[in-house]
């Protein structure tokens, strides 16, 4: 349970109907339960407002507290919903930042896996297999049948959950989480405050092959393997997803900057680069070498073609396919991609030609 009073200091929000008599006098006494959607909220959970697709949602809601910007403030007042009178009204400068806050504190009250709070002790369990030479911080988790190969690192206050495990020489940060099953190979680096999702692997061979050719025919007869002898380096606060792969370099490192997001089912190449704060989206995949600068997004099922860079706090569209480099800021689409714009006018061309098509017959 959790109270008003918490809520409106989570989201920094103010009461903007306390002159109606039901919700101002549920502010002191209304006990909540959960976050939830507006169209599933009940009267005692608190849900948000943030989006005019929302609309039919609000007007329907039985939502005990409704969070919403302070853009939307007067146009619910002169609207003269029920809710108005019946629900706590809270508004905020950004709704949905404060919505993240929110859930980062009722995570603390009402998850097993929110491992925001240090862990007091440790607690390793006996079926887990620990080389001697491994080196543990205070109070670390170690899960059941999880194997820690010869010299590996956990910092202080890292969780392992089942079924993991960690190759010679890998590194686990500080406070980082490794959710069941997933796979560090050997001198992989994982630094502070990072948590990787269930199943994901990291530091396994890039997908790298040079051809055998008949010397005769000159037609390719194999293909001889390139072992990769580089490693996966993730900066500080990264977050993974669950069954994403990223690959070890060839020679040098493939790196996850600071702060990045990932999600399931990613693929990373070798070698690849993805810069400070950027968030890459579900089924996306960046061939080798490839890199993103500072803060981009890249859409779902978006794709990098080898070596292309994405310059800082760009964007790309689901489904894109960048086979050339574009400059910081740009907003690219299509396949391949192209600035949103050239995009655009292409799809308006298509369609007039499939218009005039239809007339001519």
């Known amino acids: 349970m959790f109270t008003v009073a918490q809520v409106s200091k989570w989201c920094e929000a103010q009461m903007v109907n306390a002159e109606e008599a039901i919700p101002s006098a ?11 959607t507006l169209d599933e909220a009940g009267p005692n959970d608190v849900a948000f407002f943030f989006s005019k697709h929302y609309q039919a949602d609000l007007m329907s809601t039985r939502a005990g507290v409704i969070i919403t910007g302070l853009a939307f403030v007067e146009p619910l007042r002169a609207a003269n919903l029920p809710q108005w009178k019946s629900s706590i009204i809270l508004a905020c400068e950004d709704p ?36 001697p030479s491994v080196q543990l911080g205070k109070n670390v988790k170690i899960g059941a049948f999880s194997v820690l190969e010869a010299g590996v690192k956990i910092g202080d206050g890292a969780v392992i959950y089942p079924h993991c495990y960690l190759g010679v020489n890998s590194e686990l940060g500080e406070g980082s989480v490794l959710f069941p099953k997933v796979t560090l190979y050997e001198k992989t680096v994982i630094g502070r405050h990072c948590r990787i999702h269930a199943s994901t692997v990291i530091g396994g061979d890039g997908f790298g ?46 790196i996850i900057r600071k702060g990045a ?8 190449g070798h070698n690849v680069e993805i810069g400070e704060g950027s968030v890459v989206c579900g089924c996306a995949g960046l061939a080798g070498s490839s890199s993103l600068g ?8 978006a794709g ?27 907003e690219i689409g299509g ?5 949103m714009k050239e ?3 292409i799809l308006a061309i298509q369609q007039k030609l499939l218009r005039e098509r239809g007339r001519k017959k």
């Open 304 to 330: 990098l073609a080898n070596k292309v860079h994405i310059g800082d706090y760009s964007m790309m569209t689901s489904y894109s396919a960048a086979t050339k480099d574009f400059p910081a800021h740009s």
């Open 96 to 131: 949905y930042s404060s919505m993240a806050r929110a859930t980062a504190e009722v995570s603390k009250l009402l998850s097993t896996h929110d491992h925001q709070v240090p862990i007091e002790k440790s607690e390793i369990h006996p079926t887990a297999i620990i080389d």
């Open 209 to 254: 092959y040079a051809p055998k050719t008949d010397p005769e025919t000159k037609l390719t007869v194999g293909h001889y393997k390139i072992y990769h002898l580089g490693r996966v380096v993730l900066e500080d606060d990264v977050e993974i997803g669950s069954g994403t792969t990223v690959d070890r370099g060839t020679f040098g490192d493939t």
């Open 26 to 36: 549920l502010f002191a006494s209304l006990a909540l339960k959960r976050l939830s």
């Open 343 to 345: 995009h655009y006018k």
């Open 261 to 268: 997001k990932i999600d399931n089912q990613v693929q990373v």
């Open 335 to 339: 396949y391949p991609a192209r600035p």
């Open 294 to 301: 500072k803060f981009v997004i890249m859409g779902p099922q």
